[in-house]
Structure formats: C-alpha cells, structure tokens
C-alpha cells in the first residue's frame, strides 16, 4: 500500500498529499484574482472624440438599440444592446471614427 511521504515544516510533520493539495489550491485561487488587459480603442485627447450623444444617434440611426453605453478604460465608446438584426450585442467603438474594435454577437 502508498504511503505518502511525511514533510517537516517548523517542527510539525505535514503528509505530502495534504501540503500538495494546498498548494494547489493556492496557486488556483491565486489566478482568479488576476485582472485581464482591457481593449483600448485610441489614445487621441478626448476633445478629438464624436460627441458621445451625436454617436449614439447615429447607431440609433443605422438600427441599433443601445441598451447600456459607457466609455471604457481602455478610451472606448462600449454598447450592450441589439443590431439591426436583431441580435443581442457587445461593442467597443473607436471614439474618434466610430469603427468597430470589437464586438461580441450573441
């Protein structure tokens, strides 16, 4: 039968498989807390920007409904609504000419 090796740590004798499994734990619960990179759209002075409420009216326009907009922390203009197609959708816009940096379709 196995039997797991004994470790000392400051006197006190710990099982292999125990300090194994804590270790992998906290290397597991260490990464959730890691931040991602945001998506950065431009990095042109505000002043350069489409007017936040000329923007949102054109994609009123072109078919949009914007459900929820903010500007992000990476210098985006980002929607959560739904394309003139209906589909439910997530877009970072370029502020400055209004392209599309990335969007989520669902």
């Known amino acids: ?5 004994i470790i000392v740590i400051k006197g006190k004798a ?10 992998l734990c906290g ?6 807390g890691v931040a991602s990179n945001p998506t950065v759209c431009t990095d042109a002075p ?3 920007w489409v007017n936040q409420d000329v923007f949102q009216t054109n994609l009123l326009a ?7 907009f903010k500007v992000t922390e ?8 739904t394309n003139a197609d209906g589909n439910k959708v997530e877009i ?7 392209s599309i940096v990335k969007q989520e379709i669902r």
């Open 62 to 68: 072109e078919g949009y409904q914007i459900n929820k």
């Open 92 to 98: 970072y816009f370029n502020p400055v000419d209004s």
């Open 27 to 32: 290397t597991v619960l260490g990464g959730c």
């Open 14 to 23: 710990m099982k292999t498989k125990y300090w194994s499994m804590l270790l």
């Open 1 to 5: 039968m196995f039997k797991p090796e």
């Open 46 to 48: 505000q002043s350069d």
């Open 74 to 81: 990476g210098q985006c203009y980002e929607i959560y609504g």
